[in-house]
């Protein structure tokens, strides 16, 4: 007797196992996933729609309105909004149907502020906005890093910045984390307004300016040290004073004061200002508890206009959120108007609760 399986014997029978034997006409599928990318089994999806409801609820009584963008933007359109990191880390192919360049979207904020300065630019401000999609970004395969990102994210849209709207979507990110009963979280506040302003009041090349922001973002004290010696030069004393101090200013309100005393010009003093009244208000509402200020903070520094911040929870290193106002955006789409807002990444907010 002939089948398409192997023969073996149970308690004397011979039986038949039904797996057919690959023949060399059968291709060999592999069945994986692309890197970065993965499925959620019954329980983490579970989690998922828990952190949606709770977070989008919290948004929802403060006013904020959901909105849905495509998957797809033609490039030139999306790449009116990307940040400079953000371009090399675009998914893009040829639309047949169209010959023009379609990229999967690498961030909602662009989208937002295209859909407002076009469907929505008749509506009264300020406009509130929030969103829960995912989107796809670039990352080298042993990078280790996901490609496809769930953000839950919320937009604020005034006629001026103001602190009361940094303070407003601030406290929404707050509420939203006390909603998900995370213990131990904080809100780290900086200002992009600071270190510009101190980097654009030196003499020197840009390039000679970048090696200072950099060794300020990586807060390496001693390659700061060495890039200031080699353009001892060019700066004056004072200057290496202040760039020095700047990796230092992370913690409560009392950094404010050691700020100002390196604050060389006007955007320098606005920025503190600003951020020094941001948390009178959360202090105000009892929100300062939960505030730490970061004047060395450089995320999105030719992005972001002013305030920038990041959410983080006790045994994951990784940000939970990030945010902050990127005013210029908005007249990029030729829509004058000030803006400001923060993603929570899903995965990480999910890794955040398992380490409570």
């Known amino acids: 007797m002939k089948m398409g399986g192997r023969k073996w ?66 490039l030139d359109v999306l790449s009116i909004g990307l940040g400079a990191d953000l371009r090399d880390k675009v998914f893009k192919f040829i639309d047949p149907a169209t010959g023009r360049v379609v990229a999967i979207r690498p961030d909602i904020t662009p989208q937002i502020a295209r859909v407002i300065a076009t469907r929505m630019r008749d509506y009264k401000l300020p406009l509130k906005v929030c969103y829960n999609e995912k989107i796809f970004r670039y990352q080298e395969p042993r990078s280790g890093r996901p490609r496809e990102i769930q953000q839950i994210g919320a937009e604020l849209i005034t006629k001026k910045s103001s602190p009361d709207a940094d303070a407003e979507i601030i406290i929404i990110a707050i509420d939203s984390l006390k909603g998900l009963r995370l213990k131990d979280f904080k809100i780290d506040i900086g200002d992009a307004g600071f270190v ?76 503190i200002e600003n951020l020094s009244r941001i948390l009178k208000i959360l202090s105000t509402k009892g929100f300062k508890k939960f505030i730490t200020l970061d004047l060395a903070e450089m995320r999105g520094f030719d992005y972001y206009t002013g305030i920038i911040f990041e959410g983080f929870a006790r045994g994951i290193g990784k940000a939970i959120m990030t945010g902050g106002r990127y005013d210029s955006l908005m007249q990029k789409y030729d829509y004058p108007y000030a803006a400001i807002g923060f993603a929570f990444d899903v995965e990480n907010v999910i890794a955040a609760m398992a380490a409570m």
């Open 9 to 74: 014997e149970v308690g004397g029978r011979k039986r038949f196992s039904h797996t057919p034997h690959p023949t060399p006409h059968t291709p060999v599928v592999n069945i994986s996933l692309p890197p970065g990318v993965k499925d959620s089994l019954p329980d983490e999806a579970s989690k998922i729609e828990n952190i949606e409801k709770t977070i989008l609820s919290v948004m929802e009584r403060g006013g904020f309105k959901r909105v849905i963008t495509p998957f797809l933007e033609y």
């Open 196 to 271: 510009k302003g101190i980097l654009e009041s030196l003499t020197l090349h840009n390039e000679e300016k970048a090696a200072i922001k950099d060794a300020i973002a990586l807060k390496d004290g001693s390659a700061l040290e060495a890039i200031l010696n080699s353009l001892s030069n060019k700066l004056s004393d004072k200057d290496k004073k202040a760039i020095k101090l700047i990796p230092s200013l992370f913690g409560g309100e009392e950094i404010l004061e050691k700020a100002l005393s390196i604050a060389l010009n006007r955007q320098t003093k606005t920025a």
